[in-house]
């Protein structure tokens, strides 16, 4: 009963820490219902079965965690790449440093815009993926963001974006506590390609919205900043129509508590689905992937995959579900998590799950850990290969199936190009 009451009050904690913002009436009511769902559930507790291996109270602490910002010369990623740049400082929109808010077939605003106006797209998404995804497990950091969010974007894809949407998160304060929401909505046969990086904040609490229409196509990848103390919960909901497609990737190098919650929704027939990761934690880190994915539709295919390097004390945790509702059939669910421990203090802690309610399936899931081959680093170093850059080299092997998710070998080649520098300047 003790733990129950102190969920509820750190929830009224949070709602008054925070004036709710106005806005058109149907965003108003999105708020309100938010706000009721999170006084409903209480805030997150370590005593919650999906908490139980993140300890939640730095996330929803009055005093926001101070956070160095890391200077570094190397060029942010996705710099290659023709894109349109809207980027946030401290988690606050800075238009002088963004390019102009125009892209065929796109249409975009600031969230602030669309939650005032009368009639709105964004009024069928706005809470109510996060709304959808609430049970059978509650997410109350995500309804805290949807009560109170006033930065981010409304985005509308009517057709095949010209250019990629890069949002980037840059930081000046340390002392940051960052609230951004993302809404987007891709109409029937619509694609784009959206990218995020940056450290956001000292701690920052995120939520993507995603309503993927038939044949429509979403392509994320996410890099996240290098800060080694900031902390984060992201939330991406999405719903899934006929044949779909959608497909999100994240690296993260860094930073003392991340949890990046993933929850899909099969809602039409023949779409597709996949969620990865690569994370690379050196000491006081934690890192915690969880996803739930529901299949309530036929012939949907799902893919979780997940590779985690833990070194010096760091900790992993993978928490993922898949589940078959009734008619769901041909249905084909896979899951992988693994961990390469390169040490005896660092700790990977998995939860595995399906729950299935049809009979004409196809679902699995595997999650190991343990060290580095010692079969593989004697037969390089014999060649004449130092023992680190065989560690490095072997270590770029174990995450490479989780970055093989990424469509874009450009980005894929970035991507690896950034996790072998994380590495030499470890072993340096």
């Known amino acids: 009963m003790a733990v129950i009451q102190a969920k509820y009050d750190a929830a ?19 708020r309100k219902g938010a706000q009721a769902r999170l006084r409903e559930m209480g805030a997150p507790h370590r005593r919650d079965e ?52 125009a892209l065929e077939g796109v249409e975009i605003e600031p969230l602030s815009t669309a939650l005032n106006a009368d009639i709105h797209w964004a009024s069928s998404v706005y809470g109510v993926l996060e709304a959808n ?52 909505k891709l109409e029937e046969g619509a694609d784009l390609t959206l990218t995020e990086n940056g450290p956001v904040a000292a701690r920052a609490n995120m939520v993507l919205e995603v309503e993927v229409a038939r044949r429509a196509a979403f392509h994320h990848i996410r890099a996240q900043g290098r800060d080694h103390q900031r902390q984060a919960a992201t939330h991406m909901f999405a719903r899934l129509n006929t044949e779909s497609s959608f497909k999100s990737f ?130 390089l170093t014999s060649r004449g290969i130092p023992f680190a850059c065989a560690q490095d080299m072997l270590t770029l092997a174990f995450l490479n199936e989780a970055i093989e998710e990424i469509e874009d070998p450009v980005i894929a080649g970035d991507i690896r190009d950034r996790l072998a520098a994380w590495m030499e300047r470890r072993t340096g």
């Open 12 to 30: 009224e904690t949070l709602i008054a820490a925070r004036s709710q913002p106005e806005g058109a009436a149907w965003a108003v009511e999105a």
């Open 50 to 101: 999906y908490w139980k291996y993140t300890n939640p109270a730095s996330l929803i602490a009055a005093d926001t965690p101070r956070a160095d910002n890391f200077e570094t010369s190397e060029t942010r990623p996705f710099e290659m790449l023709d894109r349109l740049r809207l980027v946030f400082i401290d988690g606050v929109f800075d238009p002088k440093q963004s390019d102009p808010l």
């Open 133 to 184: 995804g609430q049970k059978p497990v509650a997410r109350p950091l995500a309804a805290l963001n949807t009560a109170q969010a006033v930065q981010g974007f409304a985005i509308r894809v009517t057709g095949k974006a010209a250019r990629v949407i890069s949002l980037i998160y840059l930081r000046s304060s340390e002392t940051a506590d960052a609230m951004v929401h993302n809404v987007i």
């Open 250 to 379: 994240t690296l993260t190098v860094n930073g003392k508590l991340t949890r990046n919650e993933a929850v899909i929704e099969f809602t039409g027939d023949d779409a597709h689905a996949t969620v990865a990761g690569a994370c690379g934690g050196d000491g006081d880190f934690l890192h915690d992937d969880t996803v739930f994915i529901t299949h309530d539709a036929v012939n949907c295919e799902s893919r979780q995959v997940f590779k985690k390097v833990l070194r010096n004390g760091a900790t992993g945790v993978f928490q993922g579900k898949i589940l078959v509702q009734p008619g769901a059939q041909k249905t084909d669910g896979y899951q992988l998590s693994k961990a390469l421990l390169l040490d005896d203090d660092s700790n990977f802690l998995a939860k595995p799950e399906l729950e299935i309610y049809a009979d004409d399936v196809a679902c699995s899931h595997g999650s190991t850990c343990g060290e580095i081959d010692e079969n593989s680093l004697f037969y």
